[in-house]
Every structure is written in structure tokens, then in C-alpha cells.
């Protein structure tokens, strides 16, 4: 699963088969930014291998300023509201159920996904973690 959260509660993503590699990234990101209405997409990543991939800094650099990568400090999930999705989406929907296989697991995941998509006043309030208000504070 890749997913993307914006303060306006706003939920974007992606499931896949297999594990997500840097050209299924990419593909994603350029998904955001045919959404974003022009405006340049501002990316928070962790530092796992896809984000960090050559691949994606070089399509990021190549997009004029439409693509603007950021990460975060190493192991620091606390930091990132995108964190949320996947712990509401495990816990309330997945985690719960007894499955028999991944396509079971796959439905689950994007029947959660989608009822969190309808709930933009819960994607907002994995913003209001108190380490999220440390750092915005710090960076002024």
C-alpha cells in the first residue's frame, strides 16, 4: 500500500500485489500531481529505499518544482500523519477480521481505505499529533 494525506483531509492511494518498488512510486507521484490542479505537490517521506531511489530524485528534479521531495528523520513514524492511515486501516478494518487469503486482505484494506477517504475531519486530525505541532513550530 502507498498512500498520501494532506491537511485538508484529503487521501490518495495505491494497493499493489506484490512489494511497491521505485518505478510504482514514481507512477504514483505522477498520479498526485495530475490531481494537483497545478500546484506543486509537496511530498513527506520516510527514508524507506523506494522513496530514496535515484529513479524518483531525478524525476523530482526534472519536474520543474511540480515534485518537491522531503524526509523525515530516520525511524520517526511519530512524525508522519500518513502513519495513521495504515494503523486505521490495520486496526480497524483488517486487523479484525479473520481472512483467507491476501485477495480477502487486499478487499479489506481498500474497503478501509475507501470509508477513510469519506472521513476528511479523521484525515485532518492525524495532523494534530503533538510531535507534528513540535516540528512545524521549530521550523517556524
Not at 75 to 80: A, K, M, V
Request: aromatic share 10%; hydrophobic share 45%.
Amino acid at each position: 500500500m502507498v498512500s498520501a494525506v494532506n491537511r485538508q483531509g484529503h487521501l490518495r492511494f495505491q494497493l499493489f500485489d506484490k512489494g511497491i518498488k521505485a518505478e510504482d512510486f514514481k507512477a504514483f507521484c505522477k498520479r498526485l500531481m495530475s490531481d494537483s490542479d497545478g500546484r506543486p505537490v509537496y511530498l513527506i517521506l520516510d527514508n524507506s529505499r523506494v522513496h530514496r531511489a535515484k529513479l524518483l530524485k531525478k524525476f523530482a528534479d526534472d519536474s520543474n518544482g511540480m515534485l518537491k521531495l522531503f524526509f523525515l528523520p530516520a525511524y520517526s513514524p511519530e512524525l508522519n500523519p500518513d502513519e495513521w492511515v495504515w494503523k486505521n486501516v490495520k486496526h480497524d478494518h483488517v486487523g479484525r477480521a479473520a481472512v483467507d487469503g491476501i485477495q480477502q486482505v487486499k478487499a479489506l484494506m481498500l474497503s478501509g481505505l475507501r470509508s477513510l477517504q469519506k472521513t476528511p475531519a479523521l484525515i485532518r486530525s492525524f495532523f494534530r499529533n503533538p510531535n507534528l505541532a513540535y516540528i512545524a513550530a521549530a521550523e517556524g
